[in-house]
Nanobody, 124 residues
Framework: QLQLVESGGGLVQPGGSLRLSCTAS????????IGWFRQAPGKEREAVSA????????LYADSVHGRFTISRDGAKNTVYLHMTNLQPDDTAIYYC?????????????????WGQGTQVTVSS
């Protein structure tokens, strides 16, 4: 069973930063493309960012482009989402997910395993 665990969420003031981590239990993330998604209360889940197995050509939603950075560290078996200049609209539960194949995508249906999520709250 493929299990992912997100961490790093919390409460931050507008303009602040957080770094989310996505780690794997019992397998290597190097074999998968990884996506980050989020879901705010009363809203549909939306794609935030995705990264390929090689780490090249990351993808970002327009709403986070220039503020969020996705990266992966094979030695730590972890994928990160570094979020800066956070705004109240970024408040949501953030999930990481994996898909087989080389390329990450922004389509949730293409991902086969998901973590439990980590809460990010942006508020003054």
């Amino acid at each position: 069973q493929l299990q992912l665990v997100e961490s790093g969420g919390g409460l931050v003031q507008p303009g602040g930063s957080l770094r989310l981590s996505c780690t794997a239990s019992g397998f290597t993330l190097d074999d998968y493309a990884i996506g980050w998604f989020r879901q705010a209360p009363g809203k549909e889940r939306e794609a935030v960012s995705a990264i390929s197995r090689t780490g090249y050509t990351p993808l970002y939603a327009d709403s986070v482009h220039g503020r969020f950075t996705i990266s992966r560290d094979g030695a730590k078996n972890t994928v990160y989402l570094h979020m800066t200049n956070l705004q109240p609209d970024d408040t949501a539960i953030y999930y990481c997910a994996l898909r087989r194949g080389l390329i990450g995508t922004m389509q949730a249906l293409e991902y086969e395993a998901w973590g439990q999520g980590t809460q990010v709250t942006v508020s003054s």
